[in-house]
C-alpha cells in the first residue's frame, strides 16, 4: 500500500514569500501525481496535475515538480498571498487507487 | 470543466437510521468513483472504488455491508451509510475521473463533500 508523508505538517510564512511544500510516497510505480487544495470544511480543488513522464509542472505561481525514482515531489509557491491559505495535499495515484498524505496547513499572514 | 456534484453537503441524523449521499458527475461520464472519509484535522483516507454496474471495492477496514455503495448509472454513485452510530460522524467526500481510460491523462475531480453529524 502507497504510503504518503508530507512535510512540514504545518507552515506560517508572511505574506510576498516563496515557500516549498514536500512530499513523499513509497511505490514509485506512480502513474501520475496531483496537488490539492482545501479550505476548512471544504472539499478539494485540483491545483496541478504531473504526469509520471514529466519533471515538473506549472500553473501561475505554482510550480510541481516530480522525482519519480525516489518518490519525492515538491509544490512551490512563489509570492505567497493570504487567500492561499489552506491545507494542501499531495495524491501520487498508484494504477486505479489515489492516497492521500495528511497535508501541509499553510497560513501566510498578511 | 468536469464537475462533481455531491449531496447533501451537510445531515444530522440520529444513531440508528440510515444515510444516503449522492455523487453526480455534471457533464462527463464516470465509469469509475471514490469514496473518502475525512476525520478532523487527519487526511483522507479512501473507503472503496465504485464502478459502474458491478461491486465497489472496499479499502481493508471498511464493512461493506455497514457502507453501502451504488454505482447505477455513469453519472451516479450513492453512499448509504447504514444504522449511522455518532462515530461514522465524517466529512465524507466522491471524486470521480473525467477520462477513465487514459491513466496518463486523467486528473481527479472531487465533489464539495458531506458533513455527517450522528447524534
Known amino acids: 500500500k502507497q504510503e504518503v508523508t508530507q512535510i512540514p505538517a504545518a507552515l506560517s510564512v508572511p505574506e510576498g514569500e516563496n515557500l516549498v511544500l514536500n512530499c513523499s510516497f513509497t511505490d514509485s510505480a506512480i502513474y501520475n501525481l496531483q496537488w490539492f487544495r482545501q479550505d476548512p470544511g471544504k472539499g478539494l480543488t485540483s491545483l496541478l496535475l504531473i504526469q509520471s513522464s514529466q519533471r515538473e509542472q506549472t500553473s501561475g505561481r505554482l510550480n510541481a515538480s516530480l522525482d519519480k525514482s525516489s518518490g519525492r515531489s515538491t509544490l512551490y509557491i512563489a509570492a505567497s498571498q493570504p487567500g492561499d491559505s489552506a491545507t494542501y495535499l499531495c495524491a501520487p495515484t498508484t494504477g486505479n487507487q489515489f492516497y492521500f498524505g495528511t497535508g501541509t496547513s499553510l497560513t501566510v499572514i498578511p | 470543466g468536469a464537475v462533481v456534484s455531491q449531496h447533501p453537503s451537510w445531515v444530522i441524523c440520529k444513531s440508528g437510521t440510515s444515510v444516503k449521499i449522492e455523487c453526480r458527475s455534471l457533464d462527463f461520464q464516470a465509469t469509475t468513483m471514490f469514496w473518502y472519509r475525512q476525520f478532523p484535522k487527519q487526511s483522507l483516507m479512501l473507503m472503496a472504488t465504485?464502478?459502474?454496474?458491478?461491486?465497489?471495492?472496499?479499502e481493508q477496514g471498511v464493512e461493506k455491508d455497514k457502507f453501502l455503495i451504488n454505482h447505477a448509472s455513469l453519472t451516479l454513485s450513492t453512499l448509504t451509510v447504514t444504522s449511522a452510530h455518532p462515530e461514522d460522524s465524517s466529512f465524507y467526500i466522491c471524486s470521480a475521473r473525467d477520462r477513465p481510460l487514459e491513466w496518463g491523462n486523467s486528473p481527479l475531480h472531487f465533489g464539495n463533500g458531506t458533513r455527517l453529524t450522528v447524534t
Open positions: 465504485s464502478n459502474e454496474g458491478s461491486k465497489a471495492t472496499y
